[in-house]
């Protein structure tokens, strides 16, 4: 049996490298007739639905935390895409976005749950990409609904992707420390068309200030920089 790896329950669903309303905000309804195409670990593989296996992790977490547990943070993050998307021709030269002008709700709560959303989808990667990592901490926030302190993510502007028709997910880079070692550091890259959101595991005891362009929930800023 399969076990979810938030809550323990059985297993019997999977989360999408991309976000299913991302994928249909960038491409549209996907048939047999008008396919995607993903390549992964060198193969080519042929999605005639954004419900494909093909598009999700293999990593399993049962039905209620795919649900019922996450929904408000799969609702806030495809708010903070959409308005990604809907502005990726500008965002390139914004040196700021304003959360309030993002969320339809608070937007420290919609802050709190897009790192929550986060907080799924890299303990999903972590598990697909095998990664040396203890989730019970990831677990614990997204079943509590508070944030993890040492998760954060940013707008990227350094990177540069050319089509606005394109969606990826990158592997994770990883940094351990310690004897025994432990993950310290890892980072990976979410891009949705033009626009690169970085996500940033960073440990560091007491939390202190990273790059100001990073954003996390603690630090309540309304005008989000960019990197």
């Keep these: 049996m399969n076990i979810c790896w938030i809550c323990g329950r059985e297993a019997t669903t999977r989360e999408h490298r991309v976000k299913a309303s991302d994928l249909r905000s960038i491409f549209g309804v996907v048939t047999q007739q008008s396919p995607l195409y ?6 080519v593989r042929i999605l005639q639905s954004v419900k494909s296996d093909f598009a999700k992790y293999s990593a399993k977490i049962c039905h209620h ?4 547990q996450t929904q408000k943070h799969d609702e806030a993050w495809s708010e903070f895409t959409n308005y990604l998307l809907n502005n990726q021709s500008v965002i390139g030269s914004c040196k700021t976005l304003n959360a309030g002008k ?6 420290k709560q919609g802050i709190l749950y897009c790192h ?3 907080l799924k989808t890299f303990g999903c990667k972590i598990i697909d990409d095998k990664v040396p990592f203890d989730l019970s ?11 993890h302190p040492d998760l954060y993510f940013s707008v990227d502007n350094k990177i540069k992707p050319k089509d606005e028709t394109y969606a990826a997910t990158s592997h994770i880079q990883v940094i351990q420390h310690g004897n025994p070692e432990k993950v310290v550091y890892a980072a990976w890259y979410y891009i949705i ?3 690169p959101i970085k996500i ?3 440990v560091s005891t007491p939390p202190v200030r990273v ?3 990073m954003i996390h929930p603690r630090i309540g800023n309304k005008f989000l920089r960019l990197a």
């Design 38 to 43: 993903t390549k992964r670990d060198g193969k």
């Design 65 to 68: 935390c795919n649900t019922t």
């Design 102 to 107: 993002i969320f339809s709700g608070d937007f």
């Design 116 to 118: 929550l959303y986060l």
């Design 137 to 147: 901490s990831f677990a614990d926030c997204i079943l509590s609904e508070k944030a």
């Design 193 to 195: 068309g033009k626009v």
């Design 200 to 202: 940033l595991y960073y």
């Design 211 to 213: 790059h100001g362009h």
